[in-house]
């Protein structure tokens, strides 16, 4: 419950910092966005001319997310030490199998209030691709 508690406290501090600079087209787990709001989007872009829609959704996404580059994202905003100091502590907890605990090297714990953030953090690289490559995402 802890654990939980302090991933709510860093969702909700992070979240104002980073989320206003994500792709207006990215829905995923964000505030006020749902996904019947990217398929009205969807609808919008067909209704402009578009002919094609693609939904993705990436495969063991979570398993390999990189902890350095992930880590080196959050410090170009994060400047407390001790915040990106427990965040790396979170992203290498490791995880219980079989009743032993292996060491995490890549990839986020996923279902934790912090999760969704951190992947929308690492995918807003790949929005702003597409965008600069004119593609309505």
Known sequence: MTDRLIQ????QVLTPVFDPTFSEQSYGFRPQRRGHDAVRKARSYM??????VIDMDLE?????IH???LMAKLAERVTDKTVL???RKYLQAGVMEGGLVQAS???APQGGPLSPLLSNIVLDELDKELEKRKHAS
């Open 8 to 11: 709510q406290a860093m969702t």
């Open 47 to 52: 209704q402009e001319g578009h002919r094609i």
């Open 60 to 64: 063991k996404f979570f398993d390999r």
């Open 67 to 69: 902890h350095d580059r």
């Open 85 to 87: 100091k427990l965040i």
């Open 105 to 107: 090297t890549e990839g």
